[in-house]
């Protein structure tokens, strides 16, 4: 038999990240996905301790680092509940 090649799926994801800083000693982040489907969001910000010298990229890598951590905690359980849905919707038929 010639079997034929399965077809291939292509997706874009857009993640957008907007980043405040107010003043020396707070970040905060907004970040966004869009898959097309769904809009998924996280938010998050970082201090400066008042002892360390300001270095604003420290705290948007902070910063940035838990809202996409957010981000993806959330698809995970997004994943997790179209799995059980899938799960169930195949055994009722």
Do not use: C
């Not at 002892?51 to 705290?59: A, L, M, S, W």
Request: zero cysteines; a negative charge; glycine letters at 8%.
């Amino acid at each position: 038999m010639n079997e034929q090649p399965k077809p291939v799926r292509n997706r874009t994801w857009t993640v957008t990240v907007d980043i405040v800083e107010e003043g020396d000693d707070e970040t905060r982040v907004h970040a966004v996905l869009d898959t097309g489907e769904q809009v998924l969001e996280s938010r998050a910000n970082a201090r400066r301790n008042p002892h360390d010298t300001p270095v604003p990229v420290i705290g948007e890598e902070f910063a940035v680092g838990r809202a996409l951590v957010g981000l993806g905690y959330q698809l995970l359980r997004t994943g997790t509940v179209d799995a059980a849905a899938d799960d169930i919707a195949i055994h009722s038929r």
